[in-house]
């Protein structure tokens, strides 16, 4: 039992130091994603009254979601995500449209997830994630329908495959959110299956996810589709 603890701790020890030393490389980039149509700002207090306004436009549009709202809760939000990008758990954006500079929603990249690739492999000692999840992604009423979601998924999917060489990026929504379910299929994500009492939901019960995926070796095809898809608009 002993020697097992010990492994334990080692593994969980080693796991902490890649972790940190992957949002310490992405700490130092700090990126901020420019598109045509919006750009993906690291997200900050700066972004307090945007998000307020972007989040109270609609409220009723965020059934199936936890989007903040009033000054309270968005500073809340704010605080919390920069709390997970500290400890390495997500990088958060602000969504922010080109053309006039107004926020209109949010994002993040969370669920880093280094692998423990051993000494020898080509992998062994890289800095950058090698699973993530995209989630927390909400756009304000006027944003619905308009190339903001799909330029959004295609500046982080770029970065994440293109840039941190990641292997999967995956999303999860609750099963009952036909509308983001939906737009994952649009842009091309592969439907993995349900997942059964996966996380709270925005009613505070047991949510079923609905688990979507793209993988490395889907991702040219998937940025042709998403280009496609924003020549359209």
Known sequence: MIATNRLYLLAHSVAAAVTHRIITAMMMGNPSLPGRHV???PLEHRHVDGLVAAAAADPSLYEW???PQGREEVTS??????????????????IVRVDDGVVIGSTR???LEPWRWPQ????????????CEI???WLTRSAIRT???????????THAFEVWQALCVCFHTDERNQRSRAALERIGGHF???????????????????RYSIVASEWPAVKQRLGHLLDQR
């Open 77 to 94: 939000y704010i605080d919390a995500a920069l709390a997970c990008k500290e400890a390495g758990s997500a990088v958060p954006f602000a």
């Open 147 to 157: 190339g903001a979601h799909t330029e959004s998924k295609l500046l982080m999917l």
């Open 135 to 137: 989630g927390y992604t």
């Open 192 to 210: 993995d299956g349900i997942l059964r009492a996966h996380r709270m939901a925005a009613d505070y019960t047991a949510r079923n996810s609905a």
């Open 65 to 67: 979601s936890l989007v």
């Open 120 to 131: 020898g492999h080509s992998f062994h000692g890289r800095s950058t994630p090698d699973t």
């Open 39 to 41: 750009r993906l700002e």
């Open 109 to 111: 990249f969370w669920n």
